[in-house]
């Protein structure tokens, strides 16, 4: 069993925010993966699947996304699982738009989910990051992170959530690098 995280704030003025994504992401597995009804648990909202051979728990963690780590935490330990079944899809500022990387460990680079993920679980999570790109000044980070996507951005963002929807067989599986590869193609920026 491995459970899926995917960072958000709750409530629909959040939505379409660029902190957001990870909810997205979520959102979108579960419906082409056609996962079971959402449950109220962990501090947040949960759905359970099958991709491929193995058993995923989604889970949105509703504690906003600062304290991320309590929910998951919670649900870690609720499943007897470890960091290492753990993987948390959210916004990553360092990434150019709709780019994806997939990583072990490392730090929070200034993402206060993640801060929290690993005050609760250590660093040896996997993290999809999903490229937002940066405002391009510090001052205007907020405002970006905290931003609805501009309507141009929407149907490329529903193509990359899509994409990661139908390449998720390979994170199942642990193939990591396939994963970001089969995606890169689907995006149109292939190797």
């Known amino acids: 069993m491995q459970l899926w995280v995917g960072l958000g704030n709750p409530g629909a ?3 379409m925010h660029r ?7 979520a959102d979108a597995i579960a419906e082409v993966h056609g996962f079971g009804s959402v449950k109220k648990q962990f501090q947040g909202w949960t ?9 995923i728990v989604l889970l949105k963690p509703a504690t906003f996304i600062n304290d991320s780590g309590r929910s998951i935490g919670e649900a870690m330990r609720f499943y007897k699982l470890t960091p290492e079944d753990v993987t948390v899809f959210y916004d990553e500022l360092d ?5 994806v990387k997939v990583k072990r ?3 929070a ?8 993920t ?4 250590g660093d040896a999570f996997r993290r999809v990051r999903i490229g937002i790109g940066h405002p391009g000044h510090k001052d205007r980070v907020t405002g970006h992170v905290l931003g609805n996507y501009a309507k141009a951005e929407i149907e490329p963002l529903s193509d990359l959530l899509g994409a990661i929807a139908a390449e998720a067989d390979w994170l199942a599986k642990g193939d990591d690098v396939r994963f970001m590869n089969d995606l890169a193609l689907r995006m149109g920026d292939g190797k």
């Open 47 to 55: 759905q359970e699947g099958r991709i491929g051979g193995e058993k």
């Open 13 to 15: 003025q959040y939505a």
């Open 95 to 99: 990434l150019e738009p709709f780019k």
């Open 109 to 116: 680079a200034g993402h206060n989910g993640i801060r929290s």
């Open 105 to 107: 460990g490392g730090g």
């Open 118 to 121: 690993i005050q609760h679980l």
């Open 19 to 25: 902190h957001n994504v990870g909810f997205m992401a």
